[in-house]
């Protein structure tokens, strides 16, 4: 069910891409929704197919290599299937992207500003002298200081979290109804990393964007986000409120990430926990059963039954959902397995 509130709902998306090697199943029925004016984070590990994800949403796959299935509604009109010209018309100014890669996003020949007012150019017609003032403008909304003077500079003059609020002020050009951030805090230290989140926070906060936070960190999420959804191997294996999920998590996946989160506290004696192990190949198609299982700590059921053979469905109570076979008794122990301390 979707309702006037939904800007963006994902229904069944499943990409595939053809490779030499064969196909890569990247992303599988994945479903979700998000609500006007909130976020939604999205957490997996590298390889789990959250850029693919929002790639998808742009429309930014090469058609000759990327079979893209189900439905993505943006505001009531479908993406999937859509022609350029409507995906042109859509981007920029009701769907925007910062890309997890700032360095490579950006072109080294030309200034920050050139970039962002050539965008702003082709979007809205508006003329030289305007779109340098635009530029100026958002260099200044998010955060950079002296904005008129650092217009002129090129991006290997930024640090990398100033290029990463270029990456972000290059986004708002055409104030975006909705914008994707792909890991836009990755590559920072921790004080940079919070004074980014704090901007799309107060972006959120002006101008009611619709926002979907793609990170590996689970610490990022707790901060920022109103929903989550855990992607593992292309799949979602959790989804609901955040709190929610922080604080009862329902798939072993989610609880293994939530012990992996730097604790804060230093008294309590707590070594961070990776999850171990790899994730699976994507590469021909996932085996059959739970594809965690490998990797799957949880007391009692692993090895057993239908964890090897059937591929657990998404279930569980009031918008709080995970693809796993445990017991509703046995995802409840799970919350006992986590850290002392809040997040
Ligand atoms: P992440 O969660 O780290 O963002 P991605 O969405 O980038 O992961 O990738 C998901 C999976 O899809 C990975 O196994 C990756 O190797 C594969 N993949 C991504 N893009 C392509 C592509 N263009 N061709 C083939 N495989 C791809
Ligand atoms: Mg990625």
């Given amino acids: 069910m979707t309702d006037d509130?939904?800007?963006?709902?994902v229904r069944g998306l499943s990409v595939r891409f053809r490779t030499e090697d064969g196909p890569v199943q990247a992303v599988e029925n994945l479903s979700f929704d998000?609500?006007?004016?909130?976020?939604?984070?999205?957490?997996?590990?590298?390889?789990?197919?959250?850029?693919?994800t929002s790639l998808s949403v742009l429309g930014l796959h090469d058609p000759a290599r990327t079979t893209v299935e189900g439905s993505i509604m943006l505001d009531g009109t479908e993406l999937v299937g859509a022609s350029e010209a409507v995906l042109r018309g859509l981007r920029g100014r009701r769907m925007a992207m910062v890309f997890q890669d700032a360095l490579t996003a950006l072109s080294p020949y030309y200034s920050v500003g050139e970039q962002i007012a050539e965008t702003y150019r082709r979007h809205t017609g508006g003329g030289r002298s305007r779109s340098r003032a635009r530029a100026v403008e958002l260099l200044g909304r998010v955060g950079i200081p002296s904005p008129e003077r650092r217009v002129d500079d090129y991006p290997h003059q930024f640090s990398g979290g100033m290029r990463q609020r270029v990456m972000i002020a290059m986004a708002l050009t055409c104030d975006p109804e909705l914008l994707i951030a792909d890991e836009p805090t990755t590559a920072l230290d921790v004080t940079v990393q919070a004074q980014i989140l704090e901007l799309l926070a107060g972006l959120q906060a002006e101008f009611g964007t619709s926002i979907v936070l793609i990170t590996h960190d689970l610490g990022v999420i707790a901060g920022c986000a109103d929903d989550v959804l855990?992607?593992?191997?292309?799949?979602?294996?959790?989804?609901g409120p955040v709190e929610e999920v922080l604080t009862r998590p329902q798939h072993p996946y989610t609880a293994g990430l939530l012990r992996s989160v730097p604790r804060i506290r230093s008294d309590v004696d707590q070594p961070l926990l990776p999850v171990p192990g790899n994730p699976p190949s994507l590469l021909g198609g996932l085996p059959p059963g739970c594809s965690?299982?490998?990797?799957?700590?949880?007391?009692?059921?692993?090895?057993?039954?239908?964890?090897?053979?059937?591929?657990?469905?998404?279930s569980g109570p009031d918008g709080h959902r995970a693809a796993c076979h445990l017991t509703r008794e046995q995802r409840g122990a799970l919350t006992d397995l986590l850290p002392l301390t809040e997040i």
């Fill in 5 to 9: 509130q939904t800007f963006l709902s």
């Fill in 34 to 52: 998000l609500t006007r004016g909130t976020t939604l984070g999205i957490v997996g590990e590298s390889g789990s197919g959250k850029s693919v």
């Fill in 230 to 239: 855990v992607m593992y191997a292309g799949r979602c294996v959790e989804h």
């Fill in 292 to 314: 965690f299982r490998p990797r799957c700590d949880s007391p009692g059921l692993v090895g057993s039954g239908a964890c090897g053979t059937e591929r657990p469905e998404l």
